[in-house]
Nanobody, 120 residues
């Protein structure tokens, strides 16, 4: 199994910055995709950013020039640096990992979510 521990959410004024982190642990052979999604109550969860095995990184258009995803592969940890935050970025951010376990099975796992609130 894969365990994900997230941190770094909080309350920030518009224009401010936050950095989220997500550490994966467990019976991981390799991580294929590691990224972030977000959800506002009453709306569907939406993709924010992800890094694929091999290093390719994708971003949601609305965050592309403001957010930056990075990984420490040795620590199985992903970071989402969020700059110039806007009130519309307010959401619960959840880490998502797609990994191959040591038993050969593929697993998709979600973190517990961390609240990001951006005030005017």
């Amino acid at each position: 199994q894969v365990q994900l521990v997230e941190s770094g959410g909080g309350l920030v004024q518009a224009g401010g910055s936050l950095r989220l982190s997500c550490e994966a642990s467990g019976n991981i052979d390799r991580i294929n995709v590691m990224g972030w999604y977000r959800q506002v109550p009453g709306k569907q969860r939406e993709f924010v950013a992800r890094e694929m095995r091999g290093g390719g990184i994708e971003y949601r258009d609305s965050v592309k020039v403001r957010f930056s995803l990075s990984r420490d592969t040795a620590k199985n940890t992903a970071y989402l640096q969020m700059n110039d935050l806007k009130p519309e970025d307010t959401a619960v951010y959840s880490c998502n990992v797609q990994a191959r376990l040591l038993d050969g099975w593929e697993r998709t796992s979600w973190g517990q979510g961390t609240q990001v609130t951006v005030s005017l």
